[in-house]
């Protein structure tokens, strides 16, 4: 991927995935299609109230959309936000490999030198 992908690369947003209680998360609204708060906690080894920053934390950074229903807030993941996450994801990752593959060719050449 170009330079110009990677300066897009919002820190915010992977520093919120980053956690595992919140990937977790995640990965629940996607499977049950949204949640509260109350639900996800009934799920997760984590209060209702850590639930609820979690879900603060993925709201600051759009990943989920909260809609009220009476009392409680219902999130559901934001497809988009994740689709661009997954694509910065790619670009890191790609960038990182392509790294890797000139630092083994660097070392493989040194190895060559000194074998001669």
Avoid: C, F, N
Wanted: proline content about 3%; cysteine-free.
């Amino acid at each position: 991927m170009t330079a110009a992908v990677l300066d897009r690369i919002d820190d915010d947003l992977w520093s919120a995935i980053g956690d595992p209680t919140r990937r977790r998360m995640v990965d629940l609204l996607l499977a049950d299609g949204g949640g509260t708060a109350t639900t996800l906690s009934d799920q997760l080894p984590v209060t209702r109230q850590a639930v609820a920053k979690h879900l603060a934390v993925l709201d600051r950074v759009a990943l989920v959309r909260v809609t009220p229903i009476g009392r409680e807030k219902r999130y559901r993941v934001d497809e988009a936000q994740l689709a661009r996450a997954v694509t910065q994801l790619t670009a890191v990752g790609s960038a990182w490999d392509a790294r890797l593959q000139r630092i083994k060719r660097i070392a493989e050449s040194i190895q060559q030198t000194k074998k001669h």
